[in-house]
Nanobody
Framework: QVQLVESGGGLVQPGGSLRLSCAAS????????MAWYRQAPGKQRELVAT???????VYTDSVKGRFTISKDNAKNTVYLQMNSLKPEDTAVYYC???????????????WGQGTQVTVSS
């Protein structure tokens, strides 16, 4: 089994910054990709940013230029640096990882428990 533990959420004023972390542990042979999703009240969960094993990144349009996803392969940890936060960024943020448990094993998705980010004055 694989566990994803997120941290770093909280309350911040508009224009402020937060850094989210997500550490993966357990039966990990390799991680193909890690991502951050978010879900605001009454809305569907949406992809915020993805980083693949080679380091390439993809962002949803609404966060481009403000959010940065990065990872530490040695620690199996992904980060989301969020700058210039807006009230519309308020949501529960979830970490996702596509993990292989062995060389020939299938890729499986795992989710963290979520961390609340609230942007409000």
């Amino acid at each position: 089994q694989v566990q994803l533990v997120e941290s770093g959420g909280g309350l911040v004023q508009p224009g402020g910054s937060l850094r989210l972390s997500c550490a993966a542990s357990g039966s990990i042979f390799s991680i193909d990709a890690m991502a951050w999703y978010r879900q605001a009240p009454g809305k569907q969960r949406e992809l915020v940013a993805t980083i693949i094993s080679g380091g390439s990144t993809v962002y949803t349009d609404s966060v481009k230029g403000r959010f940065t996803i990065s990872k530490d392969n040695a620690k199996n940890t992904v980060y989301l640096q969020m700058n210039s936060l807006k009230p519309e960024d308020t949501a529960v943020y979830y970490c996702n990882a596509d993990v292989r448990g062995s060389w020939h094993g299938p890729k499986k998705p795992y989710w963290g428990q979520g961390t609340q980010v609230t942007v409000s004055s």
